[in-house]
């Protein structure tokens, strides 16, 4: 099963169970949301509606979501993680209740991808000193004979110190080559593809709860760990999500296998975030995506600083437009990439430069990292990548 396939095996299950498909998949929060700077999980763009703001195409959606996360960036590179990824996600708006968002879930999982039921586990939450436990999952999974981990924080999800929350179920895939053994919190071999949360507290300032005017049901399934696993692949990145990269990425530059990883990821992640209309800065938005160049960059230059990201195919950055439905042209992203390569390649130098000064020669203190910054413009992590502590 290629990926559109897994998109509109999923997205059309929950259609025939009276769910709207939902559009706006863009990685800017919704106007007026200034939480986060992008969009971090599907369920996002829905708070107001997860609040009980009547939605306008009714109370059951499913929605497939561009997300980035920065909190995993030293993760890039392992069989899982990546920077944007998208989230195959569904919603009961104060309609059905856990337990039913469970039983389908199962079923999508076990007679629509195929997946042996032997493959799978579950964890459920076991409650604490405010929330008992969420008995009704326990059941569900019982019943499908899934065995089930009890945790206490890794069932609980929120998006942030205030706003909604609620205990979750997370559904495990086996990926291991002997026979599924030990548990999700113990063996990495598990790994999670299906977050089911019964969204239905606030959390408050102080860091109370209180109940939020409906039981919301919200689920959230990795795109690209979904497809790894079905195609049987050993990382996301040798699925087919990847195969333009693979095919052309060690082409262009002789590094090792983290290394292409990384620079995949990070150039695919750069390349959305630039469609979605974000530009290089030093605030806000265009810093983490200046962060995730210079990142990639220092890869890119580890060995060998004449490379640059000139030697890019138009036809990479096409087909990541065209996967995320991005309107941008091809060539205004490249110019981009590279206005900003030459920037850092300008910056390093001097930053080189008056590193040489004789001022610079011993350990930097605070007092030289303040003074390198508001005198000459340079950043106290690229200071750090010319000069380790
Ligand atoms: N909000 C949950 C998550 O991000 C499910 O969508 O995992």
Request: with cysteine; proline share 7%.
């Amino acid at each position: 099963m290629n990926t559109e396939n897994v998109v509109r095996t999923f997205v059309e299950y929950f259609e025939e169970r009276g769910h709207r498909r939902i559009t706006g998949s863009t990685l800017m929060p919704p106007p007026g949301d200034d939480s986060v700077l992008f969009t971090t999980s599907g369920m996002h763009p829905l708070t107001p509606y997860l609040e009980g703001r009547p939605h306008p195409l009714g109370r059951r959606l499913v929605n497939v979501q561009r997300c980035l996360r920065t909190t995993d960036l030293e993760e890039v590179g392992d069989p899982t993680h990546l920077t944007v990824f998208e989230m195959l996600g569904s919603w009961s708006l104060g309609d059905y209740e856990g337990p039913q968002s469970l039983r389908w879930g199962y079923d999508l999982l076990t007679d629509g991808f195929g997946i042996d039921p032997r493959m799978i586990y579950a964890t459920v939450f076991g409650g604490d000193d405010r929330v008992g436990p969420d008995t009704s999952s326990l059941e569900v999974w019982g019943e499908a004979g899934v065995p089930v981990e009890l945790t206490v924080e890794d069932n609980w999800w929120d998006n942030g110190p205030t706003g909604p929350c609620g205990p979750d179920s997370e559904i495990f895939l086996w990926t291991g080559d002997t026979p599924p053994q030990s548990t999700p919190t113990q063996d990495e071999r598990w790994v999670e593809v299906w977050n089911h949360v019964t969204m239905r507290f606030r959390r408050l300032d102080d860091g109370s709860l209180v109940p939020l005017p409906q039981r919301n049901v919200d689920t959230g399934m990795g795109l690209e760990r979904l497809v790894s696993l079905l195609q049987g692949t050993s990382s996301v990145f040798e699925s087919d999500v990847f195969g333009l990269w693979r095919l052309l990425v060690p082409g262009l530059w002789d590094v090792d296998e983290t290394s292409q990883r990384i620079l995949s990821d990070h150039l695919r992640s750069a390349v959305v975030v630039i469609g979605d209309g974000v530009l290089p800065g030093n605030t806000g938005r265009g810093y983490v995506l200046r962060r995730l160049m210079r990142r990639l960059l220092t890869v890119l230059w580890r060995e060998d600083p004449t490379r640059t990201l000139g030697d890019l195919p138009d036809q990479l950055i096409r087909h990541t437009l065209d996967h995320f439905r991005q309107d941008m042209g091809p060539m205004a992203v490249r110019e981009i990439l590279l206005e900003e390569e030459r920037r850092f390649r300008r910056l390093l130098e001097r930053g080189r430069q008056i590193l040489t000064r004789p001022r610079f020669q011993g350990p930097l203190d605070e007092e030289d990292l303040h003074y390198l910054h508001d005198t000459h413009g340079l950043p106290r992590d690229l200071v750090r990548s010319l000069r380790p502590e």
